[in-house]
């Protein structure tokens, strides 16, 4: 079975601090990983994505996740964190066959000024 | 490309009452396509999954006959909260499975208060 776990349930930066949210997957073949952000009362928005290659990944607003297959990680990074980077920030692990997602339990980032 | 939508985005409802939410992939056709549910401050929890043409398929402990689910066409799925109650209150999220890599694409969210 798959499983995601997202270490931090709360995590507060200053602006224009680096950032990095922890990752980890349990999976038993390749896995296919996202990160999503989801603002108050919102949908979630897909911030990227690794499915081969390259094992770091450039994502929207500036994000970047690395791909680790040794350490069963995938942690997200953006080096300058604005304000309005404040939501909650969920990691997946998905399965190509059946299309399911399995997510984590969220890390809520805050950011001060 | 790959957009999908919610209808509505919000609905207050009386207890005892039925409420239904679309899920419509707008530029792209979606056999499958996901519901799940979240609780305040938690994370998104698989209701079902959705076939067009076929029954839905529940996850354990969701009841089938609460929470009906219709995927009549390729581009529109269907959840029914029958005989909603107070306890049903939650933020209801589909996704539809498409693209390349099969990947989910998440509709924006239905607020749904019950009375």
């Known amino acids: 079975a798959q499983s995601v776990t997202q270490p931090d349930i709360h995590i507060t930066v200053s602006e224009g601090a680096s950032l990095e949210l922890r990752c980890n997957y349990s999976y038993g073949a390749t896995p296919y990983l996202f990160w999503y952000v989801q603002s108050p009362g919102q949908g979630l928005q897909l911030l990227l994505k690794y499915f081969s290659g390259d094992t770091l990944v450039q994502g929207i607003k500036g994000f970047e996740a690395e791909f680790k297959r040794s350490q069963s990680s995938f942690n997200l990074r953006k080096p300058s964190v604005h304000w309005s980077d404040a939501a909650e920030y969920f990691c997946a692990v998905g399965n190509t066959n059946a299309g399911k997602s399995t997510f984590g339990d969220g890390t809520t980032l805050t950011v001060k000024p | 490309g790959a957009v999908v939508s919610q209808h509505p985005s919000r609905v207050i409802c009386k207890s005892g009452t039925s409420v239904k939410i679309e899920c419509r992939s707008l530029?792209?056709?979606?056999?499958?396509m996901f519901w799940y549910r979240q609780f305040p401050k938690q994370s998104l929890m698989l209701m079902a999954t959705s076939n067009e043409g076929s029954k839905a398929t529940y996850e354990q402990g969701v009841e089938k006959d609460k929470f009906l689910i219709n995927h009549a066409s390729l581009t529109l799925s269907t959840l029914t909260v029958t005989s909603a109650h107070p306890e049903d209150s939650s933020f209801y999220i589909c996704?539809?499975?498409?693209?390349?890599?099969?990947?989910?694409?998440f509709g924006p969210g239905t607020r749904l208060t019950v009375l």
């Open positions: 996704s539809a499975l498409g693209g390349d890599y099969n990947e989910q694409f």
């Open positions: 530029d792209f056709q979606a056999t499958t």
